[in-house]
């Protein structure tokens, strides 16, 4: 009987549909040896898998980051149950390779990147002699896997997702990429980005977000910092860089005209009309972009000071849009130097700033990060506990127990930034504010779909995410599961066959 390999990105609400691919479960089944035969990929965002799935002798892979551990543990255990190899990888498993063995009965951890070392895992698995931590390290930009997009289910996802870059030069307090992935952008070449992406869109997908760590590696500051140094080998380092995005781009503009890209860059490319010419050429529509915090203070508290605040923050914001590219502002509430009065501050700021989504999300500490290091020292010995968990492992607190913020606050009970943080998510994506925002597409066809899209964004990210009342919880990811289907609708296109790779 021949080894079954199966794939499962864990989660704990699942919506029937989903926006983006899992991405990491098409590129280890891309590089899964044909030996294996094509592996079962799972993707519990859609339908949540079942201990009946897995068999003697099978080898289930699964990918986990920190918010989904926990539900990645229960398919762990009882994958072993039925006599499986279970292999976990991933952010979380990376920093935490003894829990995955502890909690998640793990044969095998793969530390770091996964698809080099995948076809050596599954190879002890079948022969009954797993090690029990393979280091996966970097992989280099130019050994990144393609993905097998011939696996993916039909009708199930929104946007398709596709990597051009992992790493990130900067060092945010409250980010992990750039330990995990590295500060040395390791970036793919434009030819098997663009054959890619050329794959989705023969099969229908026109929206792809480039699911990069920062697609804008190297700032206009960086080149003249480098400039200043006496070896210019750095210098021609950055410019190859930059050059190679811009060749990216250059050849996503060859591409069909009703595609529309997403990815996400720090604020600084506002300071590079060059580049943002170049991404609105290239039908990059949309970015994720850190604001965080609005004012200096909150800035400095997250080493994120090379955003800026007040005004100029709106000034830069407003560039973006004037260049074309849409901006989902993502903003931090519960930082030590906030106020009450910050919560109306932010709101008044991000409808201002002409953006066009945005999200507001609780400090949260997140390991792997500086914040993360800092906290868990502070609390040493003293860690309150839930259900006799600490809370420096929140992520093994069950989700209906799990407090919905963690560090202490100066001036604010976790309740009150809570219920602040929920009451921005609401003003900002009320009818009425939705319905101006909606101006930025011109047929009334696409504003309905706009409202519709604004309206399943709160219910996914808001509702189900910081509502600590169950009832609006399990409503908010009703309301999802039905909102989704006709939202994904909107985001396909007829096919294209016979799309060529443009030489
Ligand atoms: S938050 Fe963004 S800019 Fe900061 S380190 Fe993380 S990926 Fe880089």
Known sequence: MRTRVHLVNPSNTAFGTAVITPRWLYVLAGA???AFGDPNLVDETLEQSTPSMFGPGDIVGIGIHTANALRGYEVGRAARERGASVVFGGIHASLYPEEAHERGGAHAVVTGDGEGVWPAVLSDCASGTPSRIYDGGKVRGQGFVAARWDLLPRNKYMWASVQTVRGCPKHCSFCSVWRTDGQEP?????????REVVELRRMGFRFIALADDNFYPVTLNDLAMAARRADPARLTALEAIREERFD????LAQLPDDLIFFTQITMEAAEDPEFLTAMKKARIAGALVGVESVTPEGLKAIYKDFNFAGEALVERLRRFRAHGVHVLGSFIFGLPTDQDATFEATLDLAKR?????????????????VDFARWEASLAGREPRVLDIPVTRHWLIPYDHRPKLYTPHPTMTPEQIRRRTQEVWDRFYSIGEVWRR???VRSLKARLAFVLISKLYRQMYANTGISTDSARTNRASRWARWLARPCRRLFMARPMPDLAVPG
């Open 248 to 251: 990216l781009m250059r050849r």
């Open 186 to 194: 390791r970036i793919r070449s434009s030819e098997a980005v663009v």
């Open 438 to 440: 909606a101006r930025c």
């Open 353 to 369: 700033a002409d953006l066009t989504f945005a999200q507001f999300v609780t400090l949260t500490p997140f390991p792997g990060t």
């Open 32 to 34: 899964t040896p044909s």
